[in-house]
């Protein structure tokens, strides 16, 4: 099934890879890369994880792969990377997933220093990711600089499920999953944690975004674990320094105790926090809080030798893959113990991977709001998922939106107004390490106007993207799953239905309206020259690389 053989493509059969046109190659991953594909229907483009069935098979990584496919399917949120389409062949598994053209944030953190105010914007929208995905019962379990990526306007969406896990209050998970250096004290302790794990991550992530290194470093996984027991991370001196608020925010996100640590022991205690206090949470998660940071449209935000690579160095690209593909050999007679397990998984595979289009589960969704009577299934109070409900039945059909109410996003689930927040103390928190005040330091910049509860103007719609026409005679539904938000009436259209996902990023459109010509090696000539003239300051950046100067290891 390839996306040049001239046959005439029927968007009425299952979702497959031939209802997509391949473009470029932006990432790779530990079983398959990364790329950008557009909708043939719609015009609108996402990215495709294509995953190898052997080496996932050989590593024994099934069940990862099925476990992040199932939780994504229940997950729908702004400030994540949603799945949007999952389909299988003899050879890949795949996933396609909303498009984010700005590039990881490590991409970013290791070129450029930032300024506070734009690492605030971050983790105060990963902060709300983390919340959503808390409420659905879910652990991220690898919060890290790799698996958060930026958009094309400079919102942040969380990424990357393959080792999450559910998880229920009161029984802590035990496994030591995720990437050594960002795992919490009580991961390593083996008495078990909860989702405070996420937020230790994400305090080592804001650790690093400012001081351009993590917090703990050790040259084996013992000294490693050791540094982190401890919990005492070391606060450099830079010039310019580093604002008490931050120093204080970046401190109680690597508290010891989860109980007491930022965001684990409340989410008000997250948005109370001095460093973010002045954000206006609501207006956030509406999106009408201004990114500090705006990746650049006319750079590559990615490793452009993907595309080279998988031109030179594959044995057959995608494309002639999908074209010439083989079925798999029956089992033999004699076949190994190995084999048979291999078998096995790959049978798994089959029968769990399940197809899966974010437009048609969003109308069953919204059929089954109408008509409660139409369903088994109770749409406006769903009965409690059982594990057996997260996979297919015995007839293949898969279960859409049962998950418990416990993981539901409720329509009022806002965060709590900050406008009865107590007044920022006229006395700094203590500096770690003993650290005194400098006048530098000492005086915390309030965040403009488009950042603050305080504006004397409210907040104009953050763009006519994110505002979506509504057809008069519509009606407007959400999934209980804070899922996809439609508008259907007598004369909508499947790929007008498309588009209308409140939480489809705008680069959803931008690479239609601005697709790459020349082929697969276009991107050697998009660098644009430019006159004698200095470069301008771009917001949100300090510097290159090593700005903010460190003075004194402060240890």
Request: aromatic share 8%; with cysteine; net charge neutral.
């Amino acid at each position: 099934m390839g996306n040049s053989n001239g046959k005439p493509v029927s968007f009425s059969d299952e979702v497959n890879l031939n209802h997509f046109r391949l473009l470029r190659v932006v990432g790779k991953g530990a079983f398959g890369k990364v790329r950008i594909v557009e909708r043939k229907d719609t015009q609108l483009t996402f990215a495709l994880k294509y995953i190898r069935k052997d080496e996932v098979v050989r590593s024994e990584s099934v069940r990862n792969i099925l476990r992040e496919r199932r939780m994504l399917e229940h997950l729908n949120y702004q400030f994540i990377c949603n799945l949007r389409y999952s389909f299988q062949d003899i050879e890949y598994m795949y996933l396609v997933v909303d498009l984010m053209n700005g590039g990881d944030l490590r991409f970013h953190i290791s070129r450029k220093t930032f300024t506070e105010e734009a690492v605030r914007f971050w983790i105060a929208e990963l902060g709300c990711a983390l919340r959503y995905i808390h409420k659905q019962g879910i652990i991220h379990r690898d919060v890290k600089p790799d698996n958060v990526l930026l958009d094309s306007e400079g919102h942040i969406h969380l990424a990357d499920f393959n080792v999450a896990s559910d998880f229920t209050p009161g029984r802590p998970l035990t496994s030591k999953s995720g990437t050594l250096a960002y795992l919490a004290p009580e991961v390593y302790k083996g008495h078990g944690y909860g989702p405070g794990a996420d937020w230790w991550s994400l305090g080592v992530l804001f650790y690093e975004c400012i001081y351009n290194k993590r917090p703990f470093e050790g040259s084996t996984q013992t000294t490693l674990a050791t540094q982190i027991t401890k919990a005492s991370p070391s606060f450099p001196i830079t010039a310019p320094p580093v604002t008490m608020p931050c120093l204080h925010a970046i401190s109680s996100a690597l508290e010891e105790d989860p109980a007491k640590r930022m965001g684990a022991a409340s989410f008000h205690s997250f948005t109370d926090n001095p460093f973010f206090r002045a954000i206006d949470f609501e207006a956030l998660e509406r999106k009408e809080v201004e990114p500090v940071f705006v990746p650049s449209s006319e750079k590559t935000n990615f490793d452009a030798t993907y595309d080279l690579e998988e031109l030179l160095l594959e044995e057959a690209p995608l494309e002639a893959r999908a074209r010439r593909q083989k079925p798999r050999e029956p089992l033999k007679e004699d076949a190994s113990e190995k084999e048979i397990r291999e078998d096995d998984l790959y049978k798994m595979i089959e029968t769990q991977f399940t197809p899966f289009d974010y437009t048609t589960a969003a109308y069953e969704r919204y059929a089954g709001a109408l008509d409660p009577n139409s369903s088994p299934t109770d749409w406006t109070q769903p009965p409690p998922m059982t594990p057996s409900q997260n996979q297919v039945d015995g007839s293949g059909a898969r279960s859409i939106g049962r998950r418990s109410t416990s993981r539901r996003r409720k329509a009022s689930g806002q965060p709590t107004s900050l406008s009865g927040s107590p007044p920022m103390p006229s006395q700094h928190p203590p500096l770690p390490n003993g650290q005194g005040s400098s006048p530098q330091s000492g005086t915390y910049r309030q965040a403009s106007s488009s950042h603050s509860t305080k504006a004397k103007t409210p907040l104009s719609p953050y763009q006519a993207s994110y505002n979506r026409q509504q057809r008069p005679t519509g009606t407007r539904k959400e999934s209980t799953s804070g899922g996809m938000q439609v508008t259907l009436d007598e004369m909508g259209s499947w790929s007008e239905l498309a588009k209308q996902d409140a939480t489809l990023p705008a680069d959803a459109k931008l690479e239609a309206a601005a697709k790459p010509s020349g082929g697969m090696l276009s991107f050697l000539g998009r660098k644009k020259g430019r006159g004698h003239s200095p470069k301008p300051q771009e917001r949100g950046i300090l510097g290159k690389e090593g700005a903010r100067v460190v003075i004194s290891s402060g240890e």
